[in-house]
């Protein structure tokens, strides 16, 4: 009875992750979309000064990217830990 208690628990806890996974999908494909243009704007520009500020562009979107990515993993696990159902 206890385990039921904690799994049904975990289901509930499991139903707010499933929001929260959503909202991480959003945010990672947010991220993924502008790293693309990024790049593209990195390929395009063409003054010294402005390729470094590119560089960072591109570089702070892979790092977001990463960053969503590696917590969404997070959310997946957390999701699944009391066997799915």
Do not use: P, V
Not at 19 to 48: G, S
Not at 59 to 77: D, I, P, Q, V
């Amino acid at each position: 009875m206890l385990e039921q208690k904690i799994c049904g628990h975990r289901r509930h806890h499991n139903r707010s992750a499933e929001m929260n996974i959503l909202e991480l999908q959003e945010a990672l494909e947010h991220a993924r979309e502008q790293l693309f243009q990024a790049e593209i704007k990195l390929d395009h520009t063409t003054d010294k000064e402005l390729i470094d500020a590119a560089i960072y562009e591109q570089k702070s979107w892979e790092e977001r990217y990463n960053f969503y990515l590696r917590k969404l993993r997070e959310a997946f696990k957390k999701a699944t830990t009391c066997g799915g159902g």
